[in-house]
């Protein structure tokens, strides 16, 4: 990284609390359950065991991971803006957002849907918890259409007064999320409306639908968004960056591929750019790396990078939060300067 480079992340790692970004999607609720097998009982009424929690803890997952990403980077102000429960598990999920000085004005409640939860019972094993198969509550029918009516509402009044917004389209059933056809063609149009504002959009199942804002498929769901079904094996960068180009030809805006240790490829309908990995040692967690790349861009975008810069910072922010084990990780500013300054003039190994 040249000091250039590196004078000019620095100083945008500078403007993020001056910043408002929401968020907009699917906010889960991850709920751990803490089972030590050896204070195991058995049920006298079915005979079967009864396992004993000795803790419980909650944090928001899917979209609140993503406000969990901006939050660390000490964006100045968050939305949320979305859907959830009149529930226990809705109460959990606001109390984690509070507590994260998250703007939940635009997050509905509603005695009519779930609140979205991943619960994960961990057994303990000797030092380490090991994840059980897990219990997922999930909404099994279409949004309502009344809800839906107050979601694009709510991105009409929201978007005048934000400088980024990040879509979180976590549900694979189509038109049972947030994310609805209705209000992906909304956030099409403001992408069109609003060119100035950073409209960046992640979704397991729909990333070739979205059009007028930055997408980022990791390079299978790239594939997938290019031939509709799954890719078996892996995918040269170059097979990646025709798979990026075309995108971007389609959606009428760059694309970002991320390429998991090898980085990610910033592409246009002409040209496609390597941002090269950040190689680290020791053991590694890549849960949540994807969202912690779309806070770190669109976080720096909205400071005023250009497209390259802002692709380094997703490859940095998410290169320090990849070394958090058994653990969602995020990243603070002081670890993002701390890595540049490892990076500055440097071969890129940590």
Same mark, same amino acid.
């Given at each position: ?10 100083? &945008?790692?500078?403007?993020? !609390?001056? @910043?408002?970004?929401?968020? $907009?999607? =699917? ?5 751990? *359950?803490? /089972? ?118 709510? &991105?009409?009044?929201?978007? !005048?007064? @934000?400088?980024?917004?990040? $879509?979180? =389209? ?5 038109? *049972?999320? /947030? ?172």
């Amino acid at each position: 990284m040249s000091p250039n480079q590196y004078n000019r992340l620095i100083d &945008i790692v500078s403007n993020f !609390p001056n @910043l408002k970004i929401g968020v $907009i999607g =699917d906010f889960f609720l991850d709920k751990y *359950f803490v /089972i030590d097998p050896a204070l195991a009982e058995v049920s006298l009424e079915t005979g079967k065991p009864a396992h004993q929690i000795i803790k419980i803890y909650h944090s928001p997952g899917a979209a609140g991971t993503v406000t969990n990403n901006l939050r660390a980077l000490e964006i100045g102000k968050i939305f949320a803006i979305g859907a959830i429960g009149d529930d226990g598990e809705g109460y959990e999920l606001l109390q984690d957002l509070h507590q994260q000085h998250i703007d939940t004005a635009y997050l509905i409640q509603s005695k009519k849907m779930f609140t979205p939860t991943y619960t994960k019972p961990l057994q303990i094993e000797g030092d380490r918890q090991i994840e059980q198969s897990r219990l997922d509550i999930k909404n099994r029918k279409r949004l309502l259409p009344q809800i839906e009516n107050q979601i694009l509402m709510n &991105i009409e009044k929201m978007l !005048p007064e @934000l400088d980024g917004l990040i $879509i979180a =389209d976590q549900v694979e059933e189509p038109n *049972f999320g /947030i994310v609805t056809d209705n209000v992906r063609d909304a956030l099409t149009d403001a992408g069109s409306r609003f060119p100035q504002k950073v409209l960046f959009a992640d979704s397991r199942a729909r990333i070739g639908l979205f059009k007028n804002m930055y997408i980022k498929p990791n390079k299978f769901e790239a594939y997938r968004a290019m031939y509709g079904k799954i890719k078996s094996g892996d995918i040269p960068i170059e097979e990646a960056r025709e798979y990026g180009s075309e995108l971007a030809k389609r959606g009428n805006h760059a694309v970002v591929v991320t390429l998991e240790k090898d980085g990610a490829l910033l592409c246009e309908s002409s040209r496609a750019t390597h941002i090269p990995g950040i190689q680290v040692r020791g053991e590694i967690d890549s849960v949540g790396a994807g969202d912690s790349f779309a806070a770190g861009f669109t976080a720096a975008r909205c400071a005023g990078s250009s497209d390259e810069e802002a692709a380094i910072m997703g490859v940095v922010v998410s290169s320090i939060t990849i070394q958090k084990l058994g653990t969602t990780g995020t990243a603070t500013p002081e670890e993002v300067r701390r890595r540049l300054s490892e990076l500055r003039g440097n071969d890129g190994q940590i």
